[in-house]
């Protein structure tokens, strides 16, 4: 297990295969929707195979666990970001409505400078990561893991709360002993958090799962409420970019919105898309280059993301760097998330890479701490 968790085909093969899996277990699939999932699962049987050609892994778990930034150049920086980041969250709960308090519905409300807060509080998943990486201060490290896991409850922000909790789950492999089985209770009680959390807040959110109008099966229609969100979650995007693979619908719109910055709304939402289910609008991460490239240009797409996966796999192998590590749990995440929707090829994604490694430029340009004592002689 190990060794598959060092290789970057883990983080976007498998997770694609499972959700393909589940779509195939819980939906009675149209006639013509299965071509649709055999390309994506064939994308990620080809990201395998290259993996087990090319050479580039994570470190060694030794080298891994031996990363402390406390009382160093990167944590200074680092503990820096996160007091950015935390002044952005509590300006989004002062100055606007907290949906989970004051009405479910606000959380898709981004008016008045809304949306440039939410912008930089929506990187509170990396709060987590620097309480555990960058200070030995016990209060402080809990302070950070929980700002980082309470403030996307409070917003009712599903993807925030899978970001920090995945992010911290790698953190927490990462920095165990070479020598000792992985912790896999603290693991799973992470997903188990992560898991209810998505469950209760979807429900609060989007009401009750009966109002989803797809062909479901009765393996599906058996299962709990909670349960029913979470499959949908996993499967809806698989579905979707196979529904559009059979309609062979096109627009190229979606995917020019998401690169480009203020260039459109990226929302598929209350457009001309011919989905099955308009409340169930997304379409994995690769579903805009179907609808501009079609089936080539998703397969591309997939192959891109892998790239810039083992590109990520790459640098935190060749750096020691806090923030070579915080490009990988990015990218990890969003390759985790790309049979959802798109996370990898939008320009915050590429704007929170480029902002890492401005801070990694920063950190070693800055003195270090022998250099700041004073001299002996």
């Not at 020019?256 to 991460?285: F, H, K, R, Y």
């Amino acid at each position: 297990m190990r060794a598959l968790l060092r290789m970057p085909s883990t983080y976007i093969a498998w997770p694609l295969l499972l959700a393909c899996a589940v779509t195939a277990s819980i939906f009675d699939l149209p006639e013509g929707y299965l071509p649709g999932l055999l390309l994506l699962v064939i994308g990620a049987l080809l990201v395998i195979a290259a993996d087990f050609i090319g050479l580039d892994r994570l470190p060694a778990w030794q080298a891994l666990r031996e990363r402390d930034y406390a009382h160093t150049r990167d944590g200074f920086v680092g503990l820096a970001f996160a007091a950015g980041v935390l002044l952005f969250c509590g300006l989004d709960l002062a100055l606007f409505p907290v949906a989970i308090i004051h009405d479910p519905s606000a959380y898709a409300a981004m008016e008045g400078g809304h949306e440039h807060i939410r912008r930089i509080a929506d990187l509170c998943w990396i709060l987590p990561v620097i309480g555990v990486l960058c200070t030995h201060n016990r209060p402080l490290r809990y302070a950070l893991i929980a700002a980082g896991l309470l403030f996307p409850v409070l917003v009712i922000d599903r993807n925030r709360i899978f970001a920090g909790v995945t992010a911290l789950a790698l953190v927490t492999v990462f920095r165990r002993d070479p020598a000792r089985p992985l912790p896999w209770r603290a693991v799973a009680g992470l997903g188990i958090v992560g898991a209810t959390a998505f469950s209760l807040l979807g429900m609060l959110r989007s009401g009750s799962v009966a109002t989803v109008a797809l062909p479901f099966g009765d393996f599906y229609k058996a299962m709990p409420a909670g349960v029913q969100w979470l499959l949908l979650y996993v499967s809806a995007g698989p579905y979707n970019f196979a529904s559009m693979i059979a309609k062979g619908y096109r627009n190229s719109d979606f995917l020019m919105n998401q690169l480009v910055p203020l260039q459109g709304s990226i929302a598929t939402a209350g457009t001309g898309i011919p989905l099955d289910a308009s409340n169930v609008n997304v379409g994995t991460e690769f579903l805009p280059f179907l609808l501009a490239w079609g089936p080539l240009g998703a397969l591309a797409a997939l192959v891109v993301l892998y790239l810039l996966m083992r590109w990520s796999v790459r640098r935190i192998a060749g750096s020691t760097s806090l923030f070579a590590l915080l490009i990988f749990l990015r990218m990890a995440y969003v390759c985790l998330m790309a049979p959802f929707a798109p996370q990898a090829f939008i320009w915050m994604n590429f704007g929170f890479i480029g902002l890492c490694l401005v801070l990694q430029l920063i950190a070693a340009w800055l003195p270090s701490r022998r250099a700041l004592l004073p001299s002996p002689y």
